[in-house]
């Protein structure tokens, strides 16, 4: 039976009712000048395999730090770019495990103090454990969510491609708007807007423009954005006041970061050497000047016999490989952003929307999370951050449940 502050034979008048204690309040903890021997109260223990995982990487934070201070990665501007990159995503998490690890202690001497022979200093305790527990559970919420896998384009900058859908000269008067909707929540946070190309709507707005949005985060902020937005409202086009239902497409893209080079491992390679043929000269099917090299991975095969020196044949065929890499690479890049692309933005009918923007009733709901803020104004303008902050809480929603399952 759970035992409260009536249990001293006072009511909760006058009587100061803190922090439970295994059932027991702070005002029964003083008139009875007792703590029961089994009382441990505070946060449930993090999982084991939980900590592991954030001890090493926590140990892999301390290595990478390590690394940057020496002289062979700073001489070296591709590693130490690379473990910079690393160093500064595993910060927060290092620093917040740091910060979890002192809450730790700090419960472990609250828990001492409900051993100690005076009652103020046992009911000091309590109201330090049940504190320190509590920020240990937010502790751990931060550090479950620190965990969280980024998606590596989050820092990238975007190509906002908005085209008139479903609707006619209302869909692309509705685009230029949905333009200056993204244009404001832009200058607001710092971010600039390029226009690359744009194709005008005979009664205003657009039939199509794409833009560049360059800043810090903007793929992770408008990463949600794409899909098909609807419309409805009295378009000006109407003589008669008839609510028109009209649609555009958005696609968010993110940048593609320049390959300029490719990394080749060794161990990925099969080099064959054989006796050059054709002409020329005697010394030419005598020696095994030719040089063959297979990329393993890929299985792309490239020969050089043009040289008589074998160490010339296989500079000339290495840089062939790289080439045919790099190019090889460039090539998935844009299938990947086309791709993703033809995802992102469905057919434009009005029935694929993810949003619909109700301008009679001043209402904008989006129906993959079943939000409707009656701000129509308000986002229209570009404050989108209540609207794209729900969409972020609810993508790592799901994330944490997929890693918890």
Same mark, same amino acid.
């Given at each position: 039976?759970?035992?409260?502050?009536?249990?001293?034979?006072?009511?909760?008048?006058?009587?100061?009712?803190?922090?439970?204690?295994?059932?027991?309040?702070?005002?029964?903890?003083?008139?009875?000048?007792?703590?029961? /021997?089994?009382?441990?109260?505070?946060?449930?223990?993090?999982?084991?395999?939980?900590?592991?995982?954030?001890?090493?990487?926590?140990?892999?934070?301390? /290595? !990478?730090?390590?690394?940057?201070? +020496?002289?062979?990665?700073?001489?070296?501007?591709?590693?130490?770019?690379?473990?910079?990159?690393?160093?500064?995503?595993?910060?927060?998490?290092?620093?917040?495990?740091?910060?979890?690890?002192?809450?730790?202690?700090?419960?472990?001497?609250?828990?001492?103090?409900?051993?100690?022979?005076?009652?103020?200093?046992?009911?000091?305790?309590?109201?330090? !454990?049940?504190?320190?527990?509590?920020?240990?559970?937010?502790?751990?919420?931060?550090?479950?969510?620190?965990?969280?896998?980024?998606?590596?384009?989050?820092?990238?900058?975007?190509?906002?491609?908005?085209?008139? %859908?479903?609707?006619?000269?209302?869909?692309?008067?509705?685009?230029?708007?949905?333009?200056?909707?993204?244009?404001?929540?832009?200058?607001?946070?710092?971010?600039? !807007?390029?226009?690359?190309?744009?194709?005008? %709507?005979?009664?205003?707005?657009?039939?199509?423009?794409?833009?560049?949005?360059?800043?810090?985060?903007?793929?992770?902020?408008?990463?949600?954005?794409?899909?098909?937005?609807?419309?409805?409202?009295?378009?000006?086009?109407?003589?008669?006041?008839?609510?028109?239902?009209?649609?555009?497409?958005?696609?968010?893209?993110?940048?593609?970061?320049?390959?300029?080079?490719?990394?080749?491992?060794?161990?990925?390679?099969?080099?064959?050497?054989?006796?050059?043929? %054709?002409?020329? %000269?005697?010394?030419?099917?005598? +020696?095994?000047?030719?040089?063959?090299?297979?990329?393993?991975?890929?299985?792309?095969?490239?020969?050089?016999?043009?040289?008589?020196?074998?160490?010339?044949?296989?500079?000339?065929?290495?840089?062939?490989?790289?080439?045919?890499?790099?190019?090889?690479?460039?090539?998935?890049?844009?299938?990947?952003?086309?791709?993703?692309?033809?995802?992102?933005?469905?057919?434009?009918?009005?029935?694929?929307?993810?949003?619909?923007?109700?301008?009679?009733?001043?209402?904008?709901?989006?129906?993959?999370?079943?939000? +409707?803020?009656?701000?129509?104004?308000?986002?229209?303008?570009?404050?989108?951050?209540?609207?794209?902050?729900?969409?972020?809480?609810?993508?790592?929603?799901?994330?944490?449940?997929?890693?918890?399952?």
């Amino acid at each position: 039976m759970r035992r409260t502050a009536n249990r001293c034979g006072r009511k909760a008048q006058g009587c100061h009712i803190g922090p439970l204690v295994r059932g027991y309040t702070l005002c029964a903890l003083s008139q009875h000048g007792a703590i029961p /021997e089994n009382a441990a109260p505070g946060a449930t223990p993090m999982k084991e395999s939980l900590r592991q995982r954030l001890e090493r990487m926590t140990d892999r934070f301390e /290595e !990478v730090g390590r690394l940057l201070a +020496t002289s062979e990665v700073s001489g070296n501007s591709q590693q130490f770019r690379d473990l910079s990159v690393e160093y500064a995503r595993l910060e927060p998490l290092a620093e917040s495990f740091r910060g979890y690890n002192h809450l730790e202690r700090d419960l472990h001497a609250a828990r001492e103090m409900l051993e100690d022979a005076d009652v103020q200093m046992r009911s000091l305790g309590a109201e330090e !454990v049940a504190r320190v527990g509590r920020e240990i559970e937010t502790a751990e919420a931060q550090l479950r969510r620190l965990l969280i896998p980024k998606d590596p384009r989050d820092e990238r900058n975007i190509f906002l491609e908005i085209r008139a %859908g479903t609707g006619g000269d209302e869909a692309a008067i509705f685009a230029g708007d949905l333009f200056r909707m993204y244009s404001r929540f832009a200058e607001s946070h710092g971010l600039s !807007v390029e226009i690359l190309s744009e194709n005008r %709507g005979e009664h205003g707005g657009y039939r199509e423009i794409i833009s560049r949005v360059a800043g810090r985060g903007v793929f992770s902020r408008l990463k949600f954005e794409s899909g098909t937005h609807r419309v409805q409202r009295v378009p000006a086009t109407e003589a008669q006041g008839r609510v028109h239902t009209s649609a555009c497409t958005v696609a968010i893209p993110p940048e593609l970061e320049e390959v300029e080079e490719v990394t080749i491992n060794p161990a990925e390679l099969r080099i064959d050497t054989y006796r050059s043929s %054709g002409a020329g %000269g005697q010394h030419v099917n005598k +020696t095994d000047s030719a040089i063959r090299i297979t990329h393993l991975p890929t299985g792309i095969v490239v020969e050089c016999q043009d040289e008589r020196s074998q160490h010339k044949n296989r500079s000339r065929a290495m840089a062939l490989l790289k080439a045919r890499l790099l190019a090889a690479e460039q090539e998935r890049q844009q299938s990947e952003q086309a791709q993703t692309r033809r995802l992102q933005v469905g057919s434009g009918d009005r029935s694929e929307r993810i949003r619909t923007y109700n301008f009679p009733q001043g209402r904008v709901t989006d129906h993959r999370i079943n939000l +409707t803020l009656y701000q129509l104004q308000k986002i229209m303008d570009g404050q989108l951050d209540e609207l794209l902050d729900a969409l972020q809480q609810e993508y790592q929603a799901e994330l944490l449940a997929a890693e918890e399952s």
